[in-house]
């Protein structure tokens, strides 16, 4: 239950899945391929769907790396919120776009898992939403070389403590793309 009594919608929130984010992340095609199929479902179930666009150095505004796979397109009808730090709430006007929209429970994928991913299901759940990570509808790349875990074990163990996070009046959790349900 979501700490937002009068929100009572869910929403899909697709974070970063850009050309340059994800170009080498693991699973990419079928990561990719669920969230075109979460973003059909939420369409066809009138579920607002609200596509974050992270830019810095190394994803310019407006470049080709910056720019959504190709895969998934957004109806110009909805949100997009364009952001420069990890969480998608900090410096954006992602809290007014879901607020105006009603909505409390929050059901996210994209990339990268520990980095975006991490920041936004945690600064939701801070904010008073209920946040379901959809398990294999996130990615990220092999960081490796530089300390972390290979990509699947870093999803995987995202997975397990997301799963029992919680905190007063509001909860946290995962499931497979298969079993999203868009009703609280």
């Known amino acids: 239950m979501t700490t937002f009594t009068d929100r009572p919608g869910t929403a899909l929130v697709v974070i970063d899945v850009q050309k340059g984010v994800v170009a080498e992340a693991h699973e990419r095609d079928a990561v990719v391929g669920r969230i075109a199929t979460l973003v059909e479902r939420a369409r066809s179930e009138h579920v607002p769907v609200v596509w974050v666009q992270h830019s810095d150095e190394d994803l ?5 790396s910056w720019e959504y796979v190709p895969e ?9 919120v ?3 730090y990890g ?3 900090e410096g954006t006007e992602l809290e007014e776009v879901l607020a105006a929209a009603r909505v409390g429970r929050l059901v996210v994928a994209g990339a990268q898992t520990d980095a975006c991913i991490r920041s936004t299901i945690h600064g939701a759940l801070t904010r008073g939403y209920d946040v379901t990570l959809v398990g294999d509808a996130h990615t990220t790349d092999d960081q490796s070389p530089w300390g972390a875990p290979p990509p699947a074990q ?13 905190a007063p009046g509001r909860s946290g959790g995962v499931v497979d793309a298969a079993d999203v349900s868009f009703t609280a």
């Open 60 to 64: 310019a505004l407006g470049s080709e």
């Open 72 to 80: 998934l397109v957004r109806d110009e009808a909805e949100p997009l």
């Open 82 to 84: 364009h952001k420069l």
């Open 87 to 89: 969480d998608s709430f």
């Open 154 to 166: 870093v999803i995987a163990h995202t997975n397990l403590y997301w799963r029992y996070q919680s």
